[in-house]
Structure formats: C-alpha cells, structure tokens
C-alpha cells in the first residue's frame, strides 16, 4: 500500500498532468504550480529542493534553445528546406518523400526536432501543391523521421538528456548505442512508406518539368535574413557538435597543444551547450532577455514566430490555380 506521502505525491503528479494535457494555463507555470505544492505539502523539504533539480539537463536545454533560436532567425533553416528541395532535381515524389525525411531526420539528431519540422513543413507542403499530391504521407514521414533521428543522440530531444543524465552516458556512449537503432528504424520506416505511397504517387512530365522549374527559381541565398549571423550560426553549431563528440576526453585533446592541461579533463553535456553562448549571444546581437524570451515564449507565440520567419511559407493562392506565388527570390509572395 502507498504511504499518505506517496499518494499525495502521485495525486500532485497526476494533477500537474491534467493541467499540462489542458493547456488552459501554460505547461511551464503548471509545472511550477505542481513543484511548489510538492514543497508547500513538505513531500520535499524545502532544505533539500536542490537536489532533485537537475541543473545538467536545464542548462543543456537551454544552451541547445538558444542556439537554435539564433540559427532559427539566420535563416538556416529556410536555406536547408529550399537546397532539400532542389536536391530532389525533378525526382519522382516517394523520392522527395524520402529525401526529406532523410534531411529531418539527421538535423532532427542534433537540433531540436520540433523547429526542425515546424521550419521544413511549409516546404513541404508547397512541394505536395505544386505535385497536385497529398501532404498527408508526406508530413506522416517527416514527423516519423523527426522522432527516429531525435532518438539517436543524446541532445536529440529533452528525455534523451535526462535519461543520459540520469545513467551518466557521455555523447559517444549514447550515439554507439541508438545511433545504429535509430539507422534500422529509419530503413525500415523508409521501406513501408515506398511500399505504401510508392506506386500511388505518380507525377506526368509535364507536371515533373513545371515542378522542376519552380523549384530552381526560388533563392535559397533570399532565405539567409543575416549573411554575418548565418555563418556564425553554422560555426557555432559545428563547434557544438564537434565538442560534444570529444567532451568526455577533451583533455586527451588540449593537452597535446597546451601541456599543462590534465588529460583526463572532461567536459559536460551541459557546459558544451554552454559554452557557445558568449559566441552565439555576440553573433546574433541580441540582449540576454531577447534570447531568453525568445527560446522559451508559449507555444502559440513560438509557432507564430517560426511561421512568421519562414518568408517564403507564407502562401497565397493564384486565382488561376491555387498555387503559392512567390517573387523573383523565391520567398516572398508576390
């Protein structure tokens, strides 16, 4: 039987849940709502609150959000969605299908997943209208590749960093393990897709010729908002990622160039993620509030933001034939 502490505990938890499932008040205050009754009803002294906040996990998220809010307001993301769609060179739609989800699937692994689909999906879906196709499949693919290549790092989405946290993995030991899982499980989810969508999705000449066309015309350089910013976000992110494939023996690493260094120096996921912030604060040129803000505002608001950033996504229908019009530079609607 629970003791009187423990189903209060688990009533609290249940509570806290409702609330977040609701989103009648945000999932951030409902969650705070929930840690300070836990610490009101003494569950959890007050003297020893610390030590159930895993400040490793929240500094990685939140180094990780800041970096991706900068590369986000580049114009990183529009780049990669119109150079993935020109990859494609007229291919037939499984094979853009696949693409995509290929593409989701790798910057899924070492950004965040959700503005990775929230940013590549107005592509998309501009790419299925002008293939007169279903988006259906097509966006059913990308979240499903979101999801896999989130699965393979360790910084690949939020329960990968606690559950690494919580066991002590280091980058590599997380990547070993679910990255080859992760492989599988996108193969595999490639091969249904093409034998589910793979002979229904069919496109005439004529229409592959028009898409092609459309396509390379639009300017993947219009989509870079900051020239300065997008090539300090590319290096940052870079940086970021080489770190955290060398953090747990970059001593090994410095100690060659800089001797006094102690090679079994070790760095945290958390103090990776952290340390590219002086970098990206200085490339963006925005207040430490602006980037706090920005990296964690309301759903609504964030979606709204990363809609409203995606130039190009924001459609109109020709009253000739409903497609999305864009300009000479391939973003902006004309």
Same mark, same amino acid.
């Given at each position: 039987?629970?003791?009187?502490?423990?189903?209060?505990?688990?009533?609290?938890?249940?509570?806290?849940?409702?609330?977040?499932?609701?989103? !009648?008040?945000?999932?951030?205050?409902?969650?705070?709502?929930?840690?300070?009754?836990?610490?009101?009803?003494?569950?959890?002294?007050? %003297?020893?609150?610390?030590?159930?906040?895993?400040?490793?996990?929240?500094?990685?998220?939140?180094?990780?959000?800041?970096?991706?809010?900068?590369?986000?307001?580049?114009? +990183?993301?529009?780049?990669?969605?119109?150079?993935?769609?020109?990859? &494609?060179?007229? *291919? @037939?739609?499984?094979?853009?299908?696949?693409?995509?989800?290929?593409?989701? &699937?790798?910057? *899924?692994?070492?950004?965040?997943?959700?503005?990775?689909?929230?940013?590549?999906?107005?592509?998309?879906?501009?790419?299925?209208? +002008?293939? %007169?196709?279903?988006?259906? /499949?097509?966006?059913?693919?990308?979240?499903?590749?979101?999801?896999?290549?989130?699965?393979?790092?360790?910084?690949?989405?939020?329960p990968n960093i606690m559950i690494a946290s919580s066991a002590g993995l280091t980058f590599n030991e997380f990547i070993t393990t679910m990255g080859p899982i992760?492989?599988? %499980?996108?193969?595999?989810?490639?091969?249904?897709?093409?034998?589910?969508?793979?002979?229904?999705?069919?496109?005439?000449?004529?229409?592959?010729?028009?898409?092609?066309?459309?396509?390379?015309?639009?300017?993947?350089?219009?989509?870079?908002?900051?020239?300065?910013?997008?090539?300090?976000?590319?290096?940052?992110?870079?940086?970021?990622?080489?770190?955290?494939?060398?953090? *747990?023996?970059?001593?090994?690493? +410095?100690?060659?160039?800089? @001797?006094?260094?102690?090679?079994?120096?070790?760095?945290?996921?958390?103090?990776?993620?952290?340390?590219?912030? /002086? #970098?990206? #604060?200085?490339?963006?040129?925005?207040?430490?509030?602006?980037?706090? !803000?920005?990296? #964690?505002?309301? @759903?609504?608001?964030?979606?709204?933001?990363?809609? #409203?950033?995606?130039?190009?996504?924001?459609?109109?229908?020709?009253?000739?034939?409903?497609? @999305?019009?864009?300009?000479?530079?391939?973003?902006?609607?004309?």
């Amino acid at each position: 039987m629970l003791t009187t502490v423990q189903l209060l505990a688990l009533v609290v938890f249940i509570a806290t849940y409702i609330l977040i499932i609701d989103e !009648r008040i945000h999932r951030a205050v409902a969650a705070m709502a929930g840690a300070a009754v836990v610490v009101f009803l003494g569950i959890v002294p007050w %003297d020893s609150m610390l030590e159930h906040i895993d400040f490793g996990t929240i500094f990685l998220l939140m180094g990780m959000m800041i970096i991706i809010n900068v590369a986000r307001h580049s114009g +990183l993301f529009e780049y990669i969605a119109i150079r993935t769609a020109k990859m &494609a060179k007229g *291919s @037939p739609p499984i094979m853009v299908l696949i693409l995509f989800s290929i593409v989701t &699937a790798v910057v *899924s692994a070492f950004l965040d997943n959700v503005t990775t689909v929230l940013l590549l999906t107005p592509m998309l879906l501009y790419i299925t209208k +002008l293939m %007169d196709l279903n988006p259906v /499949p097509f966006l059913l693919a990308e979240i499903i590749s979101s999801n896999v290549g989130g699965a393979a790092t360790l910084i690949g989405d939020p329960p990968n960093i606690m559950i690494a946290s919580s066991a002590g993995l280091t980058f590599n030991e997380f990547i070993t393990t679910m990255g080859p899982i992760a492989a599988v %499980d996108m193969v595999l989810v490639l091969i249904i897709f093409l034998v589910i969508y793979g002979r229904s999705m069919k496109v005439t000449r004529e229409e592959k010729e028009v898409i092609t066309k459309t396509i390379n015309s639009l300017d993947e350089q219009a989509a870079i908002t900051d020239m300065k910013l997008f090539k300090k976000a590319v290096t940052v992110i870079l940086m970021v990622v080489v770190l955290f494939f060398i953090h *747990s023996s970059i001593g090994t690493y +410095l100690h060659v160039i800089f @001797p006094f260094v102690d090679p079994s120096l070790a760095l945290e996921p958390a103090e990776v993620a952290s340390s590219a912030l /002086p #970098s990206s #604060s200085y490339g963006a040129g925005y207040s430490r509030t602006k980037y706090l !803000r920005r990296s #964690s505002g309301p @759903p609504s608001s964030s979606l709204q933001a990363s809609l #409203s950033s995606w130039g190009g996504a924001r459609q109109h229908r020709d009253h000739r034939d409903g497609l @999305p019009v864009y300009d000479q530079h391939g973003l902006k609607p004309v």
